[in-house]
């Protein structure tokens, strides 16, 4: 496969795509995002094409797919705008505009890969398994590291009611 | 049990006859895979509308740190405690590139970057890489102080990959390993300290996670106050 020709690379994109997009709408939260992270992991694979060997295409895609989407959240910080579709919230009708701050805080405070962890848990309902999966990690550790942001975000929450 | 990569193949349409006819029968015998694999089509297909249009460079563009390979001369090491030995670089850029990523607040910003038969490719949590490979790696300093690398192998070995190397406010340490033929997994710690941080320091701590797997321990417990640290997962394949 190392001679993957433009247009070859094309039928790629157009048959796989779509998954990789998925996979980025998912970890991103937003369409815009999702598709910078689209781009960025299609042009890192164009250029890493020649060490492509060609039998599994849709986990090599989605390996450099999802580390593109963890670039986009390290610089985009997209649950700035929305952090309670990342992190369980309080219910809409008591939420203050601190507890934003203090759920911006708490996402900026932890790894592009643990966001995405949560988001991918809470927001749009992966199953350890597939966290796991797409992670190259294991459920084990998936399950440790959910209940460590959940707890932290349980202490923020109660934090929260208490005030 | 079923993979994810599996049900997104059979949203593609790219899985053969008799693994679609598998997968349909396990939908119909059990509603819990059935309400999963609905979901996952239902992702693929919605991003399958307005895909958007793939712009490639009209020339292959190299990474901006391709510059750094050309300055590379491998210095041999000895193996410790009758292990393989790694040859291991050494690389003091004198015009690094300069990167836009911002310092993530409680962990380290660092660049991997795997070298496979001279393509350089960027490198997540998790570096797949074959003996021979060359891992290069980029730690920006949060503030003036040290950076140290260090590599633990599944039997908890320690090895040191870059000795503490002070690094200015806004600076950055460079370094670089020859990969070799080790079987099992070991964790690669990029850590910075006011304070140089010694291959004791990194022992004690990983000594005191002795119930963790490697694996698992994405962070050193226990280290100086202060130490900021970022690990990766770096395992082997033949393939």
Known sequence: MSGLTRAEFHELYAGYGPAARASCRAICGNEADADEALQEAFLSAWRARKRFDGRHPLAWLQTIGRNAALQVLRKRRPWVDDPFAWIKAPDPATRQPQHTLDAVRLLDSVRPEDAAYLRLRYAEGWRIGEIAEHFETSQRSVRRKLERLEHRARILVRAWEAA | ?239
């Open chain 2, 1 to 239: 049990m079923e993979r994810r990569l599996t049900l997104e193949q059979w949203a593609l349409g790219k899985l053969p006859p008799a693994a679609v006819a598998e997968l349909e029968q396990r939908c119909a015998d059990d509603p819990d895979f059935a309400e999963w694999a609905a979901r996952v089509r239902s992702e693929v297909t919605a991003a399958a509308v307005d895909l958007p249009m793939l712009r490639l460079p009209a020339e292959v563009d190299e990474p901006a740190a391709a510059s750094w390979f050309d300055r590379f001369s491998p210095l041999a090491l000895a193996g410790a405690a009758g292990l393989a030995v790694i040859a291991f670089t050494i690389l003091l850029p004198s015009a690094p590139p300069v990167q836009q990523t911002p310092t993530w607040r409680g962990s380290l910003d660092v660049q991997v970057h795997l070298i496979h038969a001279g393509e350089p490719s960027e490198q997540g949590a998790i570096v797949t890489a074959r003996p021979g490979d060359r891992l290069q790696f980029r730690v920006a300093a949060p503030a003036a102080g040290t950076v140290q690398v260090y590599d633990v192998q599944a039997d908890r070995t320690v090895q040191q990959w870059l000795a503490p190397r002070p690094v200015a406010a806004q600076g950055a340490a460079n370094g670089a390993v020859l990969l070799d033929d080790y079987a099992g997994g070991e964790r690669v710690y990029f850590v910075w300290h006011p304070r140089p941080l010694g291959t004791a320091v990194i022992a004690d701590a990983v000594e005191r996670a002795y119930d963790t797997p490697i694996a698992d321990l994405d962070t050193l417990p226990g280290l100086p106050k202060g130490a900021v640290q970022r690990s990766i997962l770096l395992l082997r394949t033949t393939e």
